[in-house]
Nanobody
């Protein structure tokens, strides 16, 4: 099982980034996928999650209207479009996969995710 994130980097406040996550080694269509982030000294938090069917999504309140999660099951890929980035969005961003579809897409709680990528650093300067 492998999840590989890309697309992180340094951006000024108000800018945009698009994170990608490439999956392999498991039946991608059967898994809900989430994007999580962890800032230094803080707990890992769910940013956005999407169901295996690509129908249901969850967003953390602070990113609603700014971030969009999407997936392409044919390409086994998940994306996180991040607009109007703010310094408080600075963190290492991880993609993760889990089979508990309903609870993942209703809570986006990292405890229900089984497979994790290595993370991609996003830094937003003020």
């Amino acid at each position: 099982v492998q999840l590989v994130e890309s697309g992180g980097g340094l951006v000024q406040a108000g800018g945009s980034l698009r994170l990608s996550c490439a999956a392999s080694g498991f039946t991608f269509d059967d898994y809900a996928i989430g994007w999580f982030r962890q800032a230094p000294g803080k707990e890992r938090e769910g940013v956005a999650c999407i169901s295996s069917s690509n129908i249901n999504t969850y967003y953390k309140d602070s990113v609603k209207g700014r971030f969009t999660i999407s997936r392409d099951n044919a390409k086994k890929a998940v994306y996180l479009q991040m607009n109007n980035l703010q310094p408080e969005d600075t963190a290492v961003y991880y993609c993760a996969a889990g089979r508990a579809d309903l609870i993942i897409t209703t809570t986006c709680n990292y405890r229900y995710l089984e497979h994790w990528g290595q993370g991609s650093l996003v830094t937003v300067s003020s």
